[in-house]
């Protein structure tokens, strides 16, 4: 069948029907979870897939489009998994964590659903969310020390967590069973089987009412023009091979820069990324496996391309160039937990790369670090006294500026549509008070559109003790301009104890920071790179930007690298 034989309009009704499902999925699963990081930051993601391929077919406009590419991946792992036991049946539900089948960490749980019309498998329903704690070394999982999988968290093969419409109370035990908050887990798992209950409703309202062969017609559609519109954005690049390195301070065990390098080739409607060139994998936890590799691609690719639509057709114009063995197709044993700062920095070489074709359809680099910081502890009075408490939370940054303006200060990293969680939501969840939540100035980029500026964010422990653990980037090699911008400011973390400011031996990186009541944690975050000469900047515009206070005075400029 042919997008040719599908009218417009029918076209264009079932697309947003399609999405809305997705979206509705997403909604259910933010208004129940009960941790925070799905609840109010949005780290989640639903979708429907292709039932004999995997490949994604529909997504929701506010789930992670890191995890688009990525579920892909985990559809086949799922459906793997059941053909060894028979195939998929009716009323199951598919769960596991496994980083090296279905991409990103083992916080990320995948929950697989498939659809059934008939006795036909028409296609899957998918759900990924970040839990808060699963078991391992560190709470909240961001272990900087790790140099296996298992120092890292429990470990879920693909199993099924619903046989005939009940839950597997042997499988939800073991989960129980290796998690420091039972409660969480419970309450986000069955926040994620509520919205995959409410997109098979959904769906089968939508196929009821036009049938299953025209909604299949319109997925098909859809993908092939995903596919045309990719082929043709990428036949207006000028050929050429443009390639762009960058590094990673640290793998978090040797102080060593780690490269992520890339060559991309355009020729014609042809888009090759090779990262041939890129280091080893090595032994701490910013290895990540080839499928979060391609789902980070993919999300590249759609910040240079908005217009095309967020399908498998995307990728079907693209060759990728992955060897294994790379610390971006990393493979088990090796530790991936910090997945998210390896996938921004291969974000961030697509853009530069993509500034040497067409620096007008480039963004600068954004700030390239999620700096995943838990502070964990126990509760030392009142009710609650003994009770475990995990604060696990990322933050922004600034990001690029672009032909058309300057960056976006304090946003989120590019590789979702998160959000930052509001300091209320963590106050009211957890003993600290933010001392400091505020813009940093002079951090972004110069350049004829400034940079986005990143943010400052002091956090004082209220209990009696805690433990800190922060696993950050940039902190040695901040964020670059394109065409003539400058770079921005690199991320600095520190924190305040016994009457004096430390920080990492490892400058991004640190496990075990032992914390008393009064003491505070800092992070001075990047701001995004320069876009254009700064020559070429205004004076009104230099004058608005003293104005609002976003320039560093002139103690902070002599002296970049000084503490608090």
């Not at 598919?94 to 749980?109: Q, V």
């Amino acid at each position: 069948m042919s997008e040719a034989t599908l009218d417009p309009v029918t076209l264009a009704v079932l697309k947003g029907r399609l999405e809305q499902i997705a979206d509705e999925m997403d909604a259910t699963l933010y208004r129940s979870a009960f941790n925070p990081i799905i609840a109010e930051a949005h780290d989640a993601c639903h979708g429907l897939y292709d039932a004999a391929s995997g490949d994604t077919l529909v997504q929701g406009k506010s789930g992670l489009p890191v995890f688009v590419g990525a579920m892909a991946f985990a559809v086949r792992a799922a459906k793997r998994a059941a053909e060894s036991l028979g195939g998929m049946r009716d009323g199951e539900v598919w769960l596991f964590n496994d980083p090296y089948e279905g991409g990103t960490h083992a916080n990320d749980f995948k929950l697989v659903r498939p659809v059934f019309r008939d006795g036909r498998l028409l296609c899957f329903l998918a759900s990924a969310a970040h839990w808060h704690d699963v078991g391992g070394a560190v709470p909240g999982n961001y272990n900087p020390a790790a140099t296996e999988c298992w120092q890292e968290a429990v470990q879920i093969p693909p199993v099924r967590i619903v046989q005939g419409g009940q839950i597997n109370p042997d499988v939800l035990a073991i989960l129980r069973a290796n998690t420091r908050l039972p409660d969480s887990l419970w309450g986000d798992l069955n926040g994620q089987l509520a919205a995959l209950e409410l997109g098979a409703r959904r769906l089968a309202e939508l196929l009821d009412a036009y049938g299953d062969a025209v909604v299949l017609q319109a997925l098909q559609a859809l993908r092939e023009r995903a596919r045309r519109l990719m082929r043709a954005q990428i036949a207006s690049l000028p050929d050429g091979v443009y390639s762009f390195s960058d590094v990673l301070d640290n793998d978090g065990v040797t102080d060593e820069a780690l490269t992520i390098a890339l060559d991309m080739t355009v020729q014609g409607e042809r888009l090759v990324l090779d990262f041939s060139r890129s280091s080893p994998q090595c032994q701490g936890p910013v290895n990540i496996s080839r499928a979060t590799a391609v789902a980070a691609c993919y999300v590249a690719l759609k910040h240079l391309f908005p217009e095309v639509p967020a399908n498998a057709g995307v990728l079907d114009a693209v060759e990728f160039v992955m060897p294994e063995g790379l610390v971006i197709t990393a493979q088990r044993p090796r530790p991936v937990g910090g997945y998210t700062e390896t996938i921004l920095r291969m974000i961030d070489v697509i853009f530069s790369a993509a500034a040497q074709a067409d620096p007008r359809r480039a963004v600068a680099q954004a700030y390239g670090t999620i700096n995943a910081l838990s502070i964990a502890g126990h509760r030392s009075e009142g009710a609650r006294s003994g009770q475990r408490w995990v604060m696990f939370s990322f933050f922004g940054g600034g990001h690029g500026a672009h032909a058309g303006g300057d960056g976006l200060n304090h946003g989120n990293a590019p590789i979702s549509t998160a959000t930052i969680p509001p300091l209320e939501i963590l106050e009211a969840a957890y003993p600290v008070r933010f001392t400091e939540w505020a813009l940093r100035p002079g951090s972004g980029g110069d350049g004829t559109h400034r940079g986005g500026l990143g943010a400052v964010y002091e956090i004082e422990l209220l209990e009696r003790q805690a433990q800190a653990f922060v696993f950050g980037e940039r902190g040695k090699s901040a964020p670059k301009g394109i065409a003539g911008g400058g770079d921005a400011q690199a991320n600095r973390f520190s924190w305040h104890s016994q009457g004096a400011w430390h920080t990492p031996p490892m400058v991004s990186k640190m496990l075990g920071i032992t914390l008393e009541r009064g003491d505070r944690v800092r992070l001075e975050t990047p701001g995004g790179g320069g876009w254009g000469p700064p020559a070429e900047r205004s004076a009104d515009e230099r004058a608005v930007d003293a104005r609002r206070g976003y320039l560093a005075d002139a103690a902070d400029a002599a002296h970049p690298g000084e503490q608090p």
